[in-house]
């Protein structure tokens, strides 16, 4: 489904990804793991195309297509979504109209029919409830004043109604509570499917209890240095990141 | 320009001695002011050349809502309406209230004229501004509303000056005088619409007694061919609270100067204002704050959206008194360019002779958002839409800050058809 080969990817000049090999077969659930700052938002940047993140080097494709050279906007219509570690505010425009306009431009270019206002305002409230947010979150202005865990909850209730093909979740666990965390991963174990694909951006192995993966990979320095099964999120737990420094190294 | 005044003089209607007096003395005025010029600062970016044209006293019409486009909010309180000029009873509703008197200048009892009498004219002296004496000149029927002191009114009261669209470019004067006595509350909706060519001198005076409480909007949404100078002049006295809301939609010229004086302790006045502009408009907004009393707040905020070959001005001056010490005060004025040819002329102007003030200002002329724009597109929303609709939403945060619910139903869409946005969901049905 996605075949990541030999990216490089600069920002403002500076080197971030330095050669990331990555594949993703349909219905697998991969998880990358990674010290701060080495490149996995920039990997989910790259993937969504924004502006700024120049490749210099490398291919991506997904479901057949040559995925770089696709606006943004085509990336989504195919079915990649990313859920961002830092959703951006937008005053003025609510929820509803936000959802609304999404789900009806992916369903356009889809060819599907657009949902009827009563149809797609009974789904919203839906997904609202699915991920456990109050039904006035869909009045106010996108994640407009929303706290951490209910912009979280938010970029998984679009998820949710998208229905995407490919799921990149960019610390969608970090600070949620307990109980918001069940939520997440209740939400990505009721999507789970054999044509829909994950990529879990974590740090911490808990949410790894919750959503099993198929595949673990360490990203340092721009590059997956490690891939592994599940056990590997067990290992780097109980030994950081430095064991595998020291492992590179020997 | 001169001849401004000669219409309206021809069509003259009788007046009681106390407004007969006030026009004798704006037609004094006017005819010895000399009119702005390009060369006079505060008229730097806007020019009258409009105005130099053949207009005609304009006349009155008997059409119906439908035949007028006449689409009002619906805001359930009382509403007089007033097409060219000339008040329309069939068109005007009165919701008796207790709390307010709501009258027209020519109806006015005695008591009612002797207050009118008193304060009119006394927030904007008509000798101070050539276009207030053009106002007092012609004064007509002007509005008078009053809410007594402690009362508070149930419904808002909404008054409507509709232009109908006449052969020659006709000339409209309207005036406003509100009334607010101590720790009275009310909302005060005007509403300026129409077709067609035609030139409005729109004046309104707000006295916001001690604990006032005041809600008011100004809505131009005349026409594109609309020529409107006019002026918002409001009095606050102590602990008097006014949250003024002007939106303006283009025209060939609009000028709107809008001064709020903090007179009294404790005054408080949010002011926030939009304007969309496209083709040939222009729009002028000055607006400027007296702070001449301590421990008074201004919260002022413009946002506008400029394209194709339209220009806007604002001008937000706020002038702290030396003795207007604790003085809090913030003014915001954010533009989005959509052409390269369009112009915005932003200024602040902050004149502080106090030392012990908050205040905080801010001017920009931006694009939208990068990440936002990403945000969006990221969710397949493509991106001409994706600038469509953020457009809309830079300016609906400031309709979603108004407290009148009515008031932003009714603005929303008419905002999404503007911008050409397809917001099938209206929000406010969304929680049901
Ligand atoms: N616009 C930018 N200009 C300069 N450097 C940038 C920019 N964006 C990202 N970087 C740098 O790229 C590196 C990788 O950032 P990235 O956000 O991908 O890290 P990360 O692995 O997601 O980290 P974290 O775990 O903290 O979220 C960091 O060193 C960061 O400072
Ligand atoms: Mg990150």
Redesign the interface.
């Given at each position: 489904m996605l075949s990541i080969k030999d990216l490089h990817a600069e920002v403002e000049g500076k080197n971030i990804l330095k050669g990331l090999n990555l594949e993703i077969r349909e219905g697998e659930v991969h998880a990358i793991m990674g010290p701060n700052g080495s490149g996995k938002s920039t990997l989910g940047h790259v993937l969504s195309g924004r502006p700024g993140y120049e490749i210099t080097q490398g291919s991506v494709e997904f479901l057949g297509k040559d995925l770089l050279e696709l606006d943004t906007e085509e990336r989504a219509h195919l079915g990649l979504f990313l859920a961002f570690q830092y959703p951006v505010e937008i005053p003025g425009v609510s929820n509803m109209e936000f959802l609304k306009a999404s789900v009806d431009a992916v369903r356009e270019s889809q060819g599907a029919s657009a949902y009827d206002t009563v149809g797609f305002m009974r789904r919203a409230r839906e997904a609202c409830t699915a991920v456990d947010l109050d039904q006035a979150f869909l009045k106010r202005g996108v994640n407009e004043g929303f706290s951490g865990g209910e912009k979280k909850r938010n970029e998984l209730m679009q998820m949710m109604l998208l229905e995407p093909r490919l799921c990149i979740l960019d610390e969608t666990d970090s600070g949620l509570d307990i109980d918001a965390l069940q939520v997440v991963a209740s939400g990505v174990n009721a999507m789970r499917s054999e044509s829909r694909s994950f990529l879990l951006v974590t740090h911490y192995q808990r949410l790894l209890d919750y959503i099993e993966p198929d595949f673990v990979h360490v990203l340092a320095d721009g590059r997956i240095i490690r891939s592994g099964d599940k056990s590997l999120a067990l290992e780097l737990e109980a030994k950081g990141y430095s064991w595998l420094d020291d492992g590179e190294v020997a | 320009m001169a001849d401004l005044l000669t219409p309206q003089l021809n069509a003259e209607t009788p007046a009681p001695d106390w407004l007969q007096a006030r026009r004798l003395a704006g037609r004094a005025a006017w005819e010895s002011s000399e009119l702005p010029t390009r060369k006079t600062e505060a008229w730097k970016y806007t020019s009258l050349f409009a105005l130099q044209q053949p207009f005609m006293a304009a006349r009155e019409s008997a059409e119906s809502a439908e035949e007028l486009g006449l689409e009002l909010p619906q805001l359930a309180g009382s509403r007089l309406v007033f097409v060219n000029g000339f008040w329309r009873e069939d068109l005007s509703e009165i919701e008796p209230d207790a709390a307010i008197e709501l009258v027209r200048f020519s109806e006015a009892d005695q008591s009612q004229a002797a207050l009118i009498a008193q304060h009119l004219g006394s927030v904007v002296p008509g000798n101070k501004h050539p276009f207030s004496a053009l106002n007092d000149a012609v004064l007509a029927d002007g509005v008078f509303l009053r809410i007594l002191k402690g009362s508070k009114a149930a419904r808002p009261v909404q008054l409507v000056w509709h232009n109908s669209p006449q052969v020659d470019a006709a000339i409209n004067s309207q005036r406003l005088l509100v009334l607010a006595e101590q720790h009275s509350e009310a909302t005060v909706v005007e509403h300026f619409s129409g077709q067609g060519h035609s030139f409005t001198n729109g004046l309104t005076e707000l006295i916001l007694a001690a604990g006032a409480t005041l809600s008011h909007s100004r809505l131009h949404l005349e026409s594109a061919e609309a020529l409107h100078v006019g002026g918002l002049h409001a009095a606050l006295e102590r602990d008097a609270t006014l949250n003024s809301f002007h939106v303006a939609f283009g025209g060939k010229l609009k000028r709107i100067d809008i001064v709020i004086n903090h007179l009294g302790q404790g005054a408080h006045c949010q002011l926030d204002g939009m304007y969309l502009l496209r083709g040939q408009e222009h729009v002028d907004y000055h607006t400027c704050i007296e702070h001449a009393v301590p421990h008074c707040t201004t919260d002022e905020t413009f946002r506008g959206i400029v394209g194709d070959k339209a220009s806007a001005v604002f001008n937000g001056r706020i002038h702290i008194h030396p003795d207007a010490q604790k003085t809090r005060a913030e003014l915001s004025n954010k533009n989005l360019l959509t052409s390269a040819t369009a112009e915005v002329n932003t200024k602040p102007e902050l004149e502080i002779y106090a030392d012990d003030v908050q205040c905080a200002h801010g001017a920009t002329v931006a694009q939208l958002?990068?990440?936002?724009l990403?945000?969006?597109?990221?969710?397949?929303?493509?991106?001409d839409?994706?600038l469509v609709?953020?457009s809309?939403?830079?300016?609906?945060?400031?309709?979603?800050k108004q407290r009148l619910e009515s008031l932003r139903d009714y603005l929303k869409p008419r905002l999404a058809d503007y911008f050409g946005a397809?917001?099938?969901?209206d929000?406010?049905?969304?929680?049901g």
């Open positions: - | 958002d990068e990440s936002m990403h945000y969006l597109r990221t969710r397949g929303i493509p991106a839409e994706a609709l953020l809309y939403g830079f300016i609906n945060a400031l309709v979603e397809a917001l099938a969901v929000s406010d049905d969304a929680g």
